[in-house]
């Protein structure tokens, strides 16, 4: 089973679509909705995660980019600020998925991205703030 988190960001002419039906229907995948702010005629933002087989995944990728859908792994849009992190760990006490952790033994403080789920707990707790969200916050306001 495949799995990953992704960010959708919607041209306006297409929120109306049950594009998340058809990733069910047509592409046999199955979905967790983590953020999403979606209005009528306006562009669209949605962080969801995908699961299904690989083939499938990558079927219901290219229905999503074919419908112009602009689609990333949404770890793009978790940064961490190498100069601000002094390696404290804290983060990786409240990461729920793992893409904070420390690498043993070195005691290094590795950020895998393509494991985010853009929880933001990170950002909270960093006392450095050396974690930031890139993706617009007005479109989840
Ligand atoms: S909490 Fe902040 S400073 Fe500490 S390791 Fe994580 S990113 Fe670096
Ligand atoms: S936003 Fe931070 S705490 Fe949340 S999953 Fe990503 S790295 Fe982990």
């Known amino acids: ?5 992704l960010s959708l960001r919607f041209p306006s002419d297409i929120v109306n679509e049950p594009i998340v039906v058809n990733l069910v229907k ?16 306006k562009e669209g933002f949605m962080v969801l995660e ?15 980019k074919s419908l112009g859908i602009k689609v990333e792994s949404i770890g793009q849009d978790i940064k ?22 420390i690498k043993r033994p070195e ?16 950002v909270i707790v960093c006392p450095a703030r050396a974690m930031e969200v890139r993706f617009d916050r007005t479109l989840l306001a």
């Open 26 to 41: 047509k592409f046999d995948l199955t979905f967790n909705i983590l953020k999403a702010t979606i209005y009528p005629r």
């Open 1 to 5: 089973m495949y799995s990953k988190i």
């Open 50 to 64: 995908l699961r299904g087989h690989r083939k499938d995944y990558q079927r219901g990728l290219r229905y999503l």
């Open 80 to 101: 961490r600020d190498e100069e601000l992190c002094f390696q404290c760990g804290a983060c990786t006490a409240v990461c729920p998925t793992g893409a904070l952790y």
């Open 107 to 122: 005691m290094e403080v590795i950020f895998d991205r393509e494991s985010c789920s853009a929880c933001e707990l990170c």
